[in-house]
């Protein structure tokens, strides 16, 4: 069973999960994602919960749907979910993190060496 946050709605934190494993490489352009039904029974969560999810992903194209074949990843599915992430980060991550870099005394160089190390462990 998948732990949803209570904050937020089901089908929102789906759709971003779907948009994560997008930008992971799970699902590459034009890949099929799994039905309403494997996905519900995947999450444990209600059809309704996925077709509202699908429909959301469908508006904000990253997703298309094959009549009788199913749903699938668009194009450029990667590119918007970058755009739409990265200002989101900048415009309301960023500014937080900055607010408490000052709070807190903690410099960009220190930020910048963190940054370094864990890039190399990341590639490790």
Do not use: H
Not at 59 to 85: C, H, P, S
């Amino acid at each position: 069973m998948t732990d949803f946050k209570q904050d937020r709605a089901i089908y929102l934190q789906m759709a971003e999960r779907i948009c994560d494993e997008i930008l992971a490489g799970k699902y590459n352009a034009d890949d099929r994602i799994p039905s309403v039904r494997e996905l519900a029974v995947l999450l444990e969560v209600n059809t309704n919960t996925v077709v509202k999810t699908y429909e959301l992903l469908l508006q904000w194209e990253v997703i298309y749907t094959k009549r009788g074949l199913g749903y699938f990843v668009t194009t450029d599915a990667l590119k918007k979910i970058r755009q739409t992430k990265s200002s989101k980060f900048m415009n309301e991550n960023l500014p937080e993190l900055f607010r408490q870099m000052e709070l807190l005394d903690i410099s960009i160089e220190t930020v910048i060496k963190e940054w370094e190390v864990f890039r190399v462990n990341k590639n490790q």
